[in-house]
Protein backbone atom coordinates (compact mmCIF):
# COMPACT_ATOMS: atom_id res chain seq x y z
CA UNK A 1 0.00 0.00 0.00
CA UNK A 2 3.31 2.15 0.02
CA UNK A 3 3.21 5.19 -2.76
CA UNK A 4 5.57 7.29 -3.67
CA UNK A 5 4.31 10.11 -6.99
CA UNK A 6 6.50 12.24 -8.22
CA UNK A 7 5.54 15.38 -10.50
CA UNK A 8 6.52 18.23 -11.78
CA UNK A 9 8.93 17.25 -14.64
CA UNK A 10 8.95 18.70 -17.72
CA UNK A 11 11.39 20.55 -20.32
CA UNK A 12 12.80 23.44 -19.59
CA UNK A 13 15.59 25.53 -20.73
CA UNK A 14 19.50 25.76 -19.57
CA UNK A 15 19.44 28.19 -16.48
CA UNK A 16 15.97 27.70 -15.80
CA UNK A 17 13.99 26.16 -13.25
CA UNK A 18 11.79 23.28 -11.75
CA UNK A 19 10.29 22.15 -8.62
CA UNK A 20 9.41 18.81 -8.12
CA UNK A 21 7.07 16.62 -5.48
CA UNK A 22 6.88 13.30 -3.70
CA UNK A 23 3.77 13.01 -2.66
CA UNK A 24 3.67 9.65 0.04
CA UNK A 25 1.21 7.67 1.61
CA UNK A 26 0.87 4.06 3.05
CA UNK A 27 3.87 5.38 5.33
CA UNK A 28 4.29 7.49 8.77
CA UNK A 29 5.96 9.88 6.60
CA UNK A 30 7.53 12.46 9.34
CA UNK A 31 9.23 9.29 10.77
CA UNK A 32 11.49 8.38 7.43
CA UNK A 33 14.57 9.92 6.15
CA UNK A 34 13.78 11.05 2.14
CA UNK A 35 16.10 11.39 -0.68
CA UNK A 36 15.84 11.97 -4.62
CA UNK A 37 17.68 10.22 -7.02
CA UNK A 38 17.88 10.60 -10.85
CA UNK A 39 19.45 8.36 -13.83
CA UNK A 40 20.60 9.24 -17.22
CA UNK A 41 20.13 7.21 -19.91
CA UNK A 42 23.41 4.85 -19.94
CA UNK A 43 24.61 6.10 -16.24
CA UNK A 44 24.02 4.40 -13.03
CA UNK A 45 21.29 6.09 -10.40
CA UNK A 46 23.02 8.84 -8.15
CA UNK A 47 22.16 10.01 -5.41
CA UNK A 48 20.77 14.35 -5.57
CA UNK A 49 19.90 15.23 -2.14
CA UNK A 50 19.06 13.63 1.21
CA UNK A 51 16.96 15.10 4.05
CA UNK A 52 16.43 13.68 7.00
CA UNK A 53 13.13 13.09 9.29
CA UNK A 54 14.23 15.73 11.43
CA UNK A 55 14.83 18.16 8.49
CA UNK A 56 18.93 18.08 8.28
CA UNK A 57 19.87 17.72 4.57
CA UNK A 58 23.03 16.30 1.67
CA UNK A 59 23.39 17.79 -1.27
CA UNK A 60 25.65 15.86 -3.97
CA UNK A 61 28.24 17.96 -5.08
CA UNK A 62 27.06 18.44 -8.67
CA UNK A 63 24.14 20.12 -7.63
CA UNK A 64 25.25 21.85 -4.52
CA UNK A 65 24.05 25.74 -4.27
CA UNK A 66 21.53 24.48 -7.69
CA UNK A 67 19.40 22.14 -5.36
CA UNK A 68 16.69 22.67 -2.17
CA UNK A 69 15.62 19.70 -0.91
CA UNK A 70 12.88 19.81 1.41
CA UNK A 71 9.66 18.30 3.53
CA UNK A 72 6.52 19.24 4.37
CA UNK A 73 5.06 16.43 6.83
CA UNK A 74 2.17 17.64 7.43
CA UNK A 75 1.26 17.09 3.31
CA UNK A 76 2.96 14.39 3.14
CA UNK A 77 5.16 15.75 0.37
CA UNK A 78 8.82 15.73 -0.08
CA UNK A 79 9.84 19.07 -2.81
CA UNK A 80 13.34 19.40 -4.89
CA UNK A 81 13.84 22.92 -6.09
CA UNK A 82 16.14 22.90 -8.92
CA UNK A 83 17.98 26.51 -9.87
CA UNK A 84 20.48 27.18 -12.65
CA UNK A 85 19.80 23.63 -14.73
CA UNK A 86 22.24 22.12 -16.84
CA UNK A 87 22.08 19.64 -19.49
CA UNK A 88 23.67 17.08 -17.42
CA UNK A 89 21.04 17.33 -15.14
CA UNK A 90 19.13 15.83 -17.60
CA UNK A 91 17.49 12.16 -16.60
CA UNK A 92 14.69 10.58 -14.39
CA UNK A 93 14.49 11.71 -11.07
CA UNK A 94 12.85 9.52 -8.67
CA UNK A 95 11.71 9.88 -4.99
CA UNK A 96 12.42 7.77 -2.33
CA UNK A 97 11.73 6.87 1.54
CA UNK A 98 13.47 5.25 3.98
CA UNK A 99 17.40 5.58 4.80
CA UNK A 100 18.76 3.78 2.53
CA UNK A 101 15.71 3.57 0.70
CA UNK A 102 13.42 1.07 0.67
CA UNK A 103 10.50 2.80 -1.35
CA UNK A 104 10.54 4.62 -4.42
CA UNK A 105 8.08 6.43 -6.66
CA UNK A 106 7.89 5.47 -10.42
CA UNK A 107 10.01 8.33 -11.51
CA UNK A 108 9.34 11.93 -13.45
CA UNK A 109 11.56 12.75 -16.77
CA UNK A 110 13.34 16.16 -16.29
CA UNK A 111 14.79 17.36 -20.28
CA UNK A 112 17.33 19.79 -20.00
CA UNK A 113 17.60 21.30 -23.40
CA UNK A 114 18.00 24.49 -25.64
Do not use: H
Amino acid sequence: QVQLVESGGGLVQPGGSLRLSCAASGIIFRLYAEGWYRQAPGKQRELVATITSDGRTNYADSVKGRFTISRDNAKNTMYLQMNSLKPEDTAVYYCAAGGPPNYWGQGTQVTVSS
